[in-house]
């Protein structure tokens, strides 16, 4: 009798990320920005960085 085969997506093998490297030192990167730029914190210059914008949201209805 042979084994049944896992549910989707309940099986135990990882993906693995992609590894990225800085573009200028060659350095693998862990943070998600400096792998969205592809420049490690050492390697960017502060005009680099990547603009976040916080945004006033309404509750939802229902929610206190």
Do not use: K
């Not at 135990?12 to 792998?35: G, I």
């Not at 502060?46 to 949201?57: G, L, S, T």
């Amino acid at each position: 009798m042979t084994s049944p085969e896992p549910l989707p997506g309940t099986d135990t093998a990882q993906t693995l990320r992609s590894r990225v490297t800085c573009r200028r030192c060659h350095r693998p990167l862990h943070d998600p920005e400096s792998r969205m730029l592809r420049l490690g914190p050492e390697c960017r210059d502060p005009a680099e960085r990547v603009a976040r914008f916080d945004v006033d949201q309404e509750p939802l209805p229902g929610i206190g």
